[in-house]
């Protein structure tokens, strides 16, 4: 086994899933806010990052084992 065999082994994969959900939320909130709420898209913008890099941030808790069993 080299080395990144090792390494894709220990990942898990919910944190790879919620990481990149949250990665998607925030570069898209812009996007996804004008097509889901058509008027009062930009009102939205904000919450909908503040909740992508809360993903991002839980994501990489379970990706360094901070949170064992997930």
Do not use: H, N
Not at 45 to 69: E, H, N, S
Request: hydrophobic share 55%; glycine share 12%.
């Amino acid at each position: 086994m080299d080395y990144w065999e090792k390494v894709a082994q220990r990942l898990s994969v919910p944190g790879l899933v919620l990481l990149t959900a949250g990665v998607a939320l925030c570069f898209g909130a812009g996007k996804l806010c004008r097509l889901v709420g058509k008027e009062k898209g930009e009102k939205w913008v904000l919450p909908v990052k503040i909740t992508g890099l809360a993903l991002v941030i839980f994501a990489a808790l379970i990706l360094l084992d901070f949170i064992p069993g997930l």
